[in-house]
């Protein structure tokens, strides 16, 4: 018997923010039998930035095999996005720089967010609770926490977990001096792929993954999204997601026309691609990446996802990386569920374990990829 060895003990884990994080968990811990409560501000699943493509790598792929029943594994597969055949650089005239064909991936997949998040969702019921903003917590005496909503109300459990992303009202109160830098910013949107615009699409962009390579360091990324149709998930058409990477504030200019701007005396199909965009799904957002933290002390509360260690979306990082927390962080419960080890053991375990790999991927992304945003643009 270890040390460790604690009592069997029931729990109850609250979770802030019903994004892919922690709605993994949520599913993770409902398939080990674990009591939890996700309180999502959103009013609902399909509000909030829903509409782009998301890249699940080996990493993120284990992590839903391991939360998610496997009829939602099998729906993650069937509701996922034709892959792409072909990667490819072009400058702003759409003259390929480089091309290499994109062989059949063995594990991994690309989803629709909102399509993942509806996935993730299935069979949650009531212990996803949406329209209910965490607005902060405390510690009660009998080692418990106790969650504060923006409706007035308060919940107590034995752990909350912050997967409220990169702007975390509860990082902000564990770890108040958590630190990011601003590494450039994204335009970003989506233009239904409509029988009339595939007529006259170049060939170059159709089912391809393309970056343009535009002055200055701008770049655009275009990808073909042709989503399959599921019964019960919302019909997504398919569509060409865009994103445009700058280097400079946009401020509060209107995304659509400086993304219209940008691609202004760029090749005609990229700028009717942009112009043919809804401008109410073209979005700015600032791109930031954490600073390294060290492990919080605050009991019973811990974090996840964007909350504690945000990447800029472009590497294809971020949600995978939250999906691997969920998991690790599940086993870790189940751990304390089953008297293994205290609670307050599984907690620091889980971070220690997190908070190297979540780093040591950032470090990497920082020093070794090509096209990494500019530190300091
Ligand atoms: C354009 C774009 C493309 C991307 N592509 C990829 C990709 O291909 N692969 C990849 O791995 N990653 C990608 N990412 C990054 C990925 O989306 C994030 O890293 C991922 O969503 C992080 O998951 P999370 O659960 O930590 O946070 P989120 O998914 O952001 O979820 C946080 C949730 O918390 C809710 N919330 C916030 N505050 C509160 C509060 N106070 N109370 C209650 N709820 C709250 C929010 O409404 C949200 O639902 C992309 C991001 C963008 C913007």
Not at 225 to 239: E, F, K, N, Q
Request: charged fraction near 25%; glycine fraction near 10%; aromatic fraction near 4%.
């Amino acid at each position: 018997m270890q040390s460790t060895e604690s009592q069997p003990r029931p729990l109850h884990v609250l979770v802030a923010g019903g994004g892919i994080g922690g709605l993994t968990l949520a599913q993770g811990l409902a398939k080990a039998g674990i009591a939890v409560t996700v309180f999502e501000r959103d009013a609902h699943a399909r509000d909030g930035d829903q509409g782009y493509r998301m890249v699940v790598n080996a990493d993120g792929e284990r992590a839903l095999r391991d939360c998610l029943p496997s009829a939602l594994v099998d729906l993650c597969e069937r509701a996922s996005i034709a892959p792409a055949t072909l990667m490819t650089f072009l400058d702003t005239d759409l003259e390929p720089r480089f091309a290499k064909p994109l062989p059949r991936a063995d594990s991994g997949y690309v989803l629709n967010r909102l399509t993942l998040r509806e996935i993730l969702l299935a069979g949650l019921g009531e212990r996803v609770q949406f329209g209910r903003r965490v607005t902060g917590y405390d510690q009660v005496g009998d080692g418990r926490v106790r969650v504060q909503l923006a409706d007035g109300l308060t919940v107590t459990g034995d752990l909350l977990v912050g997967a409220d992303g990169t702007d975390s009202t509860v990082r902000g109160l564990a770890v108040p001096d958590a630190e990011f830098d601003l590494v450039g910013h994204l335009v970003r949107g989506r233009t239904v792929l409509h029988p009339e615009l595939a007529s006259w699409l170049p060939e170059i962009l159709i089912d391809t993954v393309s970056r343009v390579l535009g002055p200055g360091g701008v770049s655009m990324s275009v990808a073909t999204c042709r989503v399959r149709r599921v019964p019960g998930l919302t019909a997504v058409p398919d569509y060409l997601s865009w994103s445009i990477s700058l280097h400079h504030d946009p401020g509060g200019a209107a995304p659509h026309w400086v993304a219209r701007d940008v691609v202004g005396d760029w090749h005609p199909a990229l700028r009717r691609i942009v112009a043919e965009a809804d401008p109410a799904e073209v979005v700015s957002l600032p791109l930031r990446a954490a600073r390294p933290v060290e492990r919080w002390s605050v009991g019973n509360v811990t974090l996840l996802g964007d909350a504690v260690h945000t990447v800029p979306p472009g590497r294809g990082e971020g949600a995978n990386v939250a999906l691997r927390d969920a998991a690790v962080l599940r086993h870790r419960l189940i751990d304390a569920t089953r008297g293994r080890i205290p609670l307050a053991r599984a907690k620091v375990e889980y971070e220690n374990e997190m908070l190297a790999y979540s780093f040591a991927a950032q470090t990497s992304i920082r020093t070794t990829k090509p096209y990494a945003p500019r530190s300091g643009a």
